[in-house]
């Protein structure tokens, strides 16, 4: 359980296990990944894409990722 920041709606609180289930889905559960693997992650500034970034990082993988625009690059 964590706290919903003052500044966020429940409505975007709520996206929130959405993306990491997705991440995880994805990552863990179909991609097996493994610990110390390197992982490329697409649209690394967008939800699921920071969801992917934390899990990989949490596993200990070296982590790349792409962004569509200068201004995502320098998120």
């Known amino acids: 359980m964590w706290d919903v920041p003052d500044d966020w709606t429940l409505e975007e609180a709520s996206t929130v296990p959405v ?3 997705t991440a995880y889905y994805a990552l863990v559960m179909r991609g097996r990944l493994q610990r ?3 992982v490329l992650i697409h649209s690394g500034s967008g939800g699921v ?3 992917a970034i934390s899990i ?3 596993f200990g ?3 790349f990722t ?4 200068k201004e ?4």
């Open 19 to 21: 993306a990491y289930s």
């Open 36 to 38: 110390g693997e390197k």
């Open 49 to 51: 894409g920071q969801a």
């Open 56 to 58: 990989a990082l949490h």
């Open 61 to 63: 993988c070296e982590v």
């Open 66 to 69: 792409s962004v569509g625009t």
């Open 72 to 75: 995502k690059k320098e998120f």
